[in-house]
């Protein structure tokens, strides 16, 4: 079995790579070309096709070898074969496979076509919360109740606030207030690398197939958040910053960038909470329809070659 050959995510790689995860099922954040673009700069992603199957390889901080997310075969159909090409990919390279990004589903499926062979690892921090586009802008029900009150209070408190789309021509505004930001309050892990990140994302803003939203209160940016596309009916939410002086600013960003996501997106994916217990308690506010959990799978053994 010949070697995949893999190259870098480049912006120049939009239409190749999102013509298999946009067709795919899968709703996971980490499929959003954005994302892969723009962590490539931490986690070296990188990307081949063969057998109409799109593979992605990345390194992590974590582990001394390559890992590779879940494969999409275009169209949406079962990774069965290209697991072979994985398992051929690590045993030339003597390291242990690794699958990112695997669904309960997925899982279920890995372990009726292959029982035994996986060691499945779950971690809370890593799950997705989904939830329904149509909630996120009405904020209807008793239970976001809390929500709304958020949002008249902004409404009260700043009456000469104003939301407009991103581009990528005042997007460098909101890099600065975001770095002004930091300066005042310090650094936290990993933020760094996620400056970087967004810039790298900013950079690319319209080759990325982006789309954004600026709340201003006195023409001062206090808010901005960005997303993209992760399949057919569920956008991804990749960056959300809100200055915390400003009361209910977070909700309201969040309001009004929802309101102008297509409405063939039913679903609107806002990532993981990290295991960190604020960003969990914040996620869960604002009720999920779905928490998305995906799991780690170690082949620990090849059923081929048992007795």
């Known amino acids: 079995m010949d070697p995949l050959e893999f190259k870098p995510i480049l912006p120049s790689s939009r239409e190749e790579v999102t013509s298999f995860t946009l067709q795919s099922h899968s709703r996971i954040c980490d499929l959003a070309f954005a994302n892969l673009y723009g962590w490539a700069v931490k986690y070296e992603t990188c990307y081949a096709i063969a057998d109409d199957t799109l593979f992605i390889r990345f390194t992590s901080p974590a582990r001394s070898h390559p890992a590779y997310l879940i494969p999409i075969m ?27 990004g695997i669904t309960p589903l997925c899982r279920e499926h890995l372990e009726s076509v292959l029982p035994g062979a996986f060691t499945f ?9 989904i939830y329904l586009r149509e909630r996120l802008v009405s904020l209807s029900g008793k239970s976001l109740q809390s929500k709304r009150n958020h949002v008249n209070k902004f409404e009260k408190l700043y009456p000469n606030y104003s939301y407009e789309p991103m581009t990528k021509a005042n997007s460098a505004e909101c890099l600065a207030v975001e770095q002004e930001w930091l300066r005042q309050h ?16 900013f950079d690319h803003f319209d080759e990325l197939g982006l789309s954004g939203g600026i709340l201003r209160v006195d023409g001062r940016v206090v808010a901005f958040t960005l997303g993209s596309p992760i399949n057919e009916t569920t956008f991804g939410v990749h960056i959300e910053k809100a200055d915390r002086d400003y009361e209910g600013s977070y909700t309201m960003i969040n309001k009004l960038f929802a309101s102008t996501i297509p409405e063939q997106y039913v679903y609107v994916n806002r990532e993981e909470d990290l295991g960190l217990e604020g960003l969990r308690k914040a996620k869960l506010s604002y009720k999920p329809e779905t928490i998305l959990q995906k799991i780690a799978a170690v082949l620990r053994h090849d059923p081929d070659k048992e007795n």
């Open 186 to 201: 310090g650094t936290e892990e990993g933020e760094d690398k996620e400056q970087e990140v967004i810039q790298r994302l």
């Open 121 to 129: 690892l779950e971690d809370e921090g890593n799950a997705d919360y």
């Open 74 to 100: 275009r169209g949406g159909g079962c990774v069965d074969a290209s697991l072979d090409r994985l398992k051929a990919e690590a045993e030339r390279g003597d390291y242990p496979l690794v699958i990112m």
